[in-house]
């Protein structure tokens, strides 16, 4: 019966009760799950209000912003300084941290990506928002980047919501995964997806193979086996998915298991590789840990990466285990 379901703010007390909590968590995921719903109303508006095309500045890492990138930043920021629950903030969007005015007493910091894979948006393909939860280490100073650079082992939290044919909010305490689905009608989010798990194995791959050419040796070869089908060593057909917004490649393999990529190449190893530690690999892994699933950098578990700045890339393999352990292991093979 829908009317049964639970909402998520009764999820998150139901978790505060089990863990004895002082009630500032569930405060502090109320107010992302509001931004989640502002940034879905903007998303859905789209063309309609002027939320397409470019907003005619870059940001830090060089990239042009859209509208909707800016507005999902500062939606972000405005609703989550409201609680005074977080010490300070930090976005893909923003250069430096973010100082939570008036919130001495804010326990926690937030890293957050307002709208993954925007260069989907004018194509009206799903976009999401990624965030991760970390607490504020005793004597820090929330000001400094210095405060949140902690491997993502440590992460009280982590989450994304999919802006997709419906808005979904995924997320994770340490204590699995479990997915909620957006009434638009009744304005809230409602447990649909309880205790998500990947499959060990798969038949699908994803990653952006016009990058073939840059390709380490053990990436290359995982592909080609893959691409070798029935008749390769593999001895099974592989079907191949790239939606180029991480959020709704994840959504897939928490639905139906598979693995994603975006490892390093002699190209983007330059940077360090192209997606960002701390407000999208860290969150999506620990997600993916959760359910079961497995996520590396091809050489070391992404979780226990050491931080060393706000807007560091990584290498990324997520998914079923028993797949992302195959790669894992023809790094080692070739000794890379
Ligand atoms: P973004 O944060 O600028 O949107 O970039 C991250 C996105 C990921 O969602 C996605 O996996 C990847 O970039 C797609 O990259 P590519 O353009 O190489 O396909
Ligand atoms: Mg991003």
């Given at each position: 019966m829908p009317y049964k379901r639970i909402t998520l703010t009764h999820f998150l007390l139901q978790e505060q009760r089990r863990l004895g909590g002082s009630g500032a968590f569930t405060s502090l995921m109320n107010d992302i799950l509001t931004a989640c719903k502002m940034v879905s109303h903007e998303v859905n508006r789209g063309a309609l209000v002027?939320?397409?095309?470019?907003?005619?500045t870059v940001n830090v890492q060089d990239e042009e912003q859209k509208p909707l990138d800016v507005l999902a930043n500062d939606i972000f920021l405005h609703m989550n300084a409201l609680?005074?629950?977080?010490?300070a903030m930090a976005s893909e969007e923003l250069e430096d941290v973010h100082a939570v005015k008036g919130?001495?007493?804010?326990k926690y910091l937030l890293l957050f990506d307002?709208?993954?894979?925007?260069?989907?948006i004018d194509v009206n393909i799903s976009v999401g928002s990624i965030f991760s939860i970390l607490r504020l280490p005793e004597?820090?100073?929330?000001?400094?980047a210095n405060a949140f650079?902690?491997?993502?082992?440590?992460?009280?939290c982590a989450g994304y919501a999919l802006y997709g044919s419906s808005t979904m909010l995924v997320l994770t305490t340490g204590n699995g995964v479990n997915g909620f689905t957006l009434d638009r009608d009744v304005g809230m989010f409602f447990l649909?997806?309880?205790?998500m798990t990947i499959p060990a194995d798969t038949k699908e791959f994803a990653i952006n193979a016009s990058r073939a050419r840059f390709w380490e040796a053990p990436v290359k070869r995982y592909v080609d086996e893959c691409l070798a089908?029935?008749?390769?060593?593999?001895g099974k057909d592989f079907n191949m998915r790239w939606v180029a917004s991480m959020v709704a490649e994840v959504h897939r393999i928490l639905i139906r298991g598979g693995i994603f990529m975006y490892p390093a190449d002699v190209e983007n190893i330059k940077k360090g590789?192209?997606?960002?530690?701390?407000?999208?690999?860290n969150p999506m892994s620990f997600i993916v840990e959760q359910a079961g699933g497995a996520s590396t950098t091809g050489r070391q578990r992404l979780m226990e990466v050491p931080p060393t700045n706000l807007h560091q890339r990584v290498p990324v393999i997520l998914g079923s285990k028993n797949e992302v352990e195959r790669l894992e292991a023809y790094h080692r093979e070739v000794g890379e």
């Open positions: 002027g939320n397409h095309g470019v907003a005619g609680g005074g629950n977080y010490a919130s001495a007493d804010g307002p709208l993954d894979g925007s260069s989907n004597g820090a100073d929330p000001n400094s650079l902690q491997p993502g082992v440590q992460q009280v649909t997806h309880p205790n089908g029935k008749e390769g060593p593999r590789g192209k997606l960002r530690l701390m407000y999208e690999a």
